[in-house]
Each structure stands twice: as structure tokens, then as C-alpha cells.
């Protein structure tokens, strides 16, 4: 006898609308909130013309969204990724007034743990660094910003 149960995805809470591309969300751990980027469909193809957008508190209840004017949004943040074997890491900042946002997905085998999801706030000013984990479930689809976000090589 065979059994065919369905297959569920179990997809991260977002502050996405349907209209647009989710490329990274996640709830936090330890809070009711989600972080979320946002981008405009077909944003690849079109660079100038989309936009990308950060959105952070709980659904339904936006406290933060960057940039309020998503015209040339893409060119407010900076994108940077480095992989070699056994290591990868994607990162996505970008700077409202005196706070540095930086969104991270890593991997390195042997760390503990070996892999760490969420976003780091840093105070400018005091050097102040927040870190937030995302909690289990995350969405994260960076090829959708390749080639349309400044690139940060360091």
C-alpha cells in the first residue's frame, strides 16, 4: 500500500504585499516581529525603474520602513557575498539617520553554530552593535537583487 500524503511549504511570515518579490523574511526570535525586504517584480530587469524596501515590526503594524521614496531605492543599500568552500555569506546594509541595518545569512562548517540568520542594528555613534535572530523559518531568495543592488567587494 502506498500512502500519498501532501506536501506542505512552510513559507516565512512577510511584510511583502502579493504584488510584490519577497527576498528575504523572517519572524524574529523572542519577539512578534518580522523583518522583511521587498522588491518590485522584475526589479532585475529593470533596476531603475523597481525598487527594494525594507519593512521591520509585526504584521499588520509596520515600525520601520526604508526608504520612504522607493524611487533609485536600490541604490540606498549595499550587497555584498562571499562563498568558498564550506563558507557562505550574504549580506545586505544600508544606513537611516544615525543607524547602520545590516541583514545576514551565514554559513561556516565548524563554527558554532555553523549557521547564523537575522539583522545586526549599529549604533553610529556609540558603536552599539543589536543583533536579531531570525527565528525557524526564513525566506531568503538573494539572486533576486544580484546585478541590481550596489555591490560591496571588502
Not at 506542505?8 to 523574511?25: D, G, L, M, N, R
Not at 532585475?44 to 533609485?72: H, I, T, W
Amino acid at each position: 500500500m502506498v500512502l500519498l500524503l501532501p506536501v506542505f511549504s512552510i513559507a516565512a511570515p512577510t511584510h511583502c504585499t502579493p504584488a510584490e518579490e519577497v527576498v528575504f523574511s523572517c519572524p524574529l526570535q523572542r519577539t512578534a516581529k518580522v523583518v522583511s525586504v521587498c522588491a518590485s517584480p522584475r526589479l532585475l530587469v529593470s533596476p531603475s525603474k523597481g525598487y527594494l524596501v525594507y519593512r521591520f515590526g509585526k504584521l499588520g503594524a509596520v515600525e520601520l520602513e526604508f526608504p520612504k521614496d522607493k524611487a533609485g531605492s536600490p541604490a540606498k543599500f549595499v550587497h555584498s557575498h562571499y562563498f568558498r568552500a564550506q563558507t557562505d555569506r550574504t549580506q545586505l546594509r544600508f544606513t537611516s539617520g544615525d543607524f547602520t541595518y545590516e541583514l545576514f545569512d551565514e554559513y561556516e562548517q565548524g563554527a558554532k553554530p555553523p549557521s547564523a540568520v537575522g539583522v545586526r542594528v549599529i549604533q553610529e555613534r556609540t558603536g552599539q552593535v543589536t543583533q536579531l535572530a531570525c527565528g525557524k523559518s526564513v525566506t531568503a531568495h538573494w539572486n533576486l537583487i544580484d546585478g541590481a543592488v550596489p555591490v560591496n567587494d571588502d
